[in-house]
């Protein structure tokens, strides 16, 4: 789906991406620390390396920059789960590796998520309009790989007439990794946390020996996804004591 637009005077497409990258990473970063209310385009701008005048080249507002923030989330998303599944043609196999491979991108982009959980309702109306249609476009992938599976005379559990519902789940599901990572990382090893939410979800689609396809699923996902897709857009980690702030909100909101 084409996004809502966001206008610049450059010509240069090339340019125009790299340098809304660039803006973007500064942006996540901006508005962890302050939150999006209180950061200023000139805030942005400074994080980003580029006057405020070569900033607004290539967004108009502030507003342009949380979407376009939003938007590169939800649409890495999608990237990575069909470079994961590119060229599988076994049903099972390619239910597990989407499943795997939607846990993994949103592991790695933990920081993303708690940003977009606690600014998207910063977004105006016509950017949220285009973003829940991007969420809607993924959630309709899963739906289709599910319907594949049948096609193929994969027998899952819920029932045809719940495709819809079940992909909506799946696709939210991995959320708890940044949402309840301050009780996960209590709870098991990361690795193991990964290994059983895939299996987990894979037993609640009925998927034969899921524990077995969920250990089968991890070296295709890290082979595929981790090269194709395009690296998350946080420059740089978060401090320690941000992180720390940011799992304390996360606690108090999702406990």
Known sequence: MAGRGVATPIKNERLVS???????????QVFRAKGFHETTVRDVGEAAGLTQGTLYNYVRSKADILYLVVSELTGAYMRDVRAAVEGISDPQRRLAVAVRALIETMDRRQEEILLLYHESHALDRDSLRHILSMVAEFIGLFQTILKEARAAGLALAPPAREDAVVADFVTFLPTILALRRWHLRRAAS?????????????????????????????????????????????AAPQRAPRRAAADAAAQRETA
């Open 18 to 28: 790299e340098r809304r990258a660039r803006i973007v990473a500064a942006a996540q």
């Open 190 to 234: 990361h690795a193991r946390v990964i290994r059983e939410l895939t299996a987990f979800i894979l037993r609640g689609l009925g998927v034969v020996e899921p524990d077995a396809l969920a250990r089968a699923a991890e070296g295709r996902v890290r082979r595929t996804v981790r090269r194709h897709a395009r690296p998350s857009t946080l």
